[in-house]
């Protein structure tokens, strides 16, 4: 424990000075938004969620027999990727 307080009380040796200067820096701008690109995604979403609806009511209209998530949820999960996709690139 008092070795490690000594070198406290002990001159340092000085950094070298190579190490004191910042070498390089690298900003990278963000990609602006594409309007367009967000119109088809809010365009792709309101399909879909005609699409669920349209299947929900076919689903309980005829005698299918499964549920109706079976086709929905693929769906909306392929979205969320789609979307994440284009919101999280760099």
């Given at each position: 424990m008092f070795a490690n307080?000594?070198?406290?009380?002990?001159p340092?040796?000085?950094e070298p000075v190579d190490t004191a200067f910042i070498t390089e820096v690298r900003v990278h701008q963000p990609?602006?938004?594409?309007?367009?690109?967000?119109?088809?995604?809010l365009l792709c979403w309101g399909l879909m969620a005609v699409k669920h609806?349209?299947?929900?009511?076919?689903?309980h209209h005829y005698a299918v027999p499964f549920h109706q998530l079976w086709v929905n949820f693929p769906t909306?999960?392929?979205?969320?990727?789609?979307?994440?996709?284009?919101y999280a690139r760099d």
């Open positions: 307080l000594l070198q406290y009380f002990s340092r040796d000085p990609v602006p938004a594409n309007p367009r690109a967000e119109k088809i995604i609806v349209a299947v929900i009511w076919a689903v909306f999960l392929l979205g969320l990727v789609a979307t994440w996709a284009y």
